[in-house]
Nanobody
Framework: QVQLVESGGGLVQAGGSLRLSCAAS????????MGWYRQAPGKQRELVAY???????NYADSVKGRFTISRDNAKNTMYLQMNSLKPDDTAIYYC????????????WGQGTQVTVSS
């Protein structure tokens, strides 16, 4: 059974940094597009960033220049470095994988809470 496990969430003050990690149980997922999504209270889940198997990245406009997505294939782990955090970044962050950029996610992690205080 494929599993994605997030870690690294927590409480941070505005302007601070956090690094999220996503560990995958299946190495074949690294052929997939891996991404981070987030859902704030009362809002729809949104794409934050994704990274393809070839290393191409894409970011939501709201996080460009502040967040960096990366992957370590040897460790089957993906990361999201979040800098200059804002209260609007408060959400549950989910790791996900999908076969291609244009397809919906197939596998989801359980989510990790990120709270940014003002």
């Amino acid at each position: 059974q494929v599993q994605l496990v997030e870690s690294g969430g927590g409480l941070v003050q505005a302007g601070g940094s956090l690094r999220l990690s996503c560990a995958a149980s299946e190495r074949t997922l690294w052929l997939y597009v891996m991404g981070w999504y987030r859902q704030a209270p009362g809002k729809q889940r949104e794409l934050v960033a994704y990274i393809t198997s070839g290393g191409t990245t894409n970011y939501a406009d709201s996080v460009k220049g502040r967040f960096t997505i990366s992957r370590d294939n040897a460790k089957n782990t993906m990361y999201l470095q979040m800098n200059s955090l804002k209260p609007d970044d408060t959400a549950i962050y989910y790791c996900a994988s999908k076969p291609a950029v244009s397809t919906p996610p197939v596998y989801w992690g359980q989510g990790t809470q990120v709270t940014v205080s003002s």
